[in-house]
Nanobody
Framework: VQLQASGGGLVPAGGSLRLSCAAS????????MGWFRQAPGKEREFVAA????????SYRDSVKGRFTISRDNARNTMYLQMNSLSPEDTAVYYC????????????????WGQGTLVTVSS
């Protein structure tokens, strides 16, 4: 599966961005997907995930209530709506596809997309 993330950019604190991840191949529709991020000098971390049908989602605690993950299987696209952004959200964001229908953890990630940079100014 090829994944193409987009939508990153520079935004002031408190602002919003919507990331998109376009996927090729029909496997997209049968697999859970997610977003990770990596800030400068830090390890890559899980952000959010969504099941194959979109009915189950999970988030890291620091983004709950601010970020919303969704997907449109008809368009083979996943989204991450990010609101109330803070400088701590500055990172390169990566979309991934899992080998499972429901998200069960990073160890089942099968493909990574290239990242898109999100920079939040204070």
């Amino acid at each position: 599966v090829q994944l193409q993330a987009s939508g990153g950019g520079l935004v002031p604190a408190g602002g919003s961005l919507r990331l998109s991840c376009a996927a090729s191949g029909r496997v997209f529709r049968n697999h859970s997907m997610g977003w990770f991020r990596q800030a400068p000098g830090k390890e890559r971390e899980f952000v959010a995930a969504i099941s194959w049908g979109g009915d189950n989602t999970s988030y890291r605690d620091s983004v709950k209530g601010r970020f919303t993950i969704s997907r449109d299987n008809a368009r083979n696209t996943m989204y991450l709506q990010m609101n109330s952004l803070s400088p701590e959200d500055t990172a390169v964001y990566y979309c991934v596809v899992s080998s499972t229908r429901h998200w069960v953890g990073a160890r089942y990630v099968r493909d990574w997309g290239q990242g898109t940079l999100v920079t939040v100014s204070s």
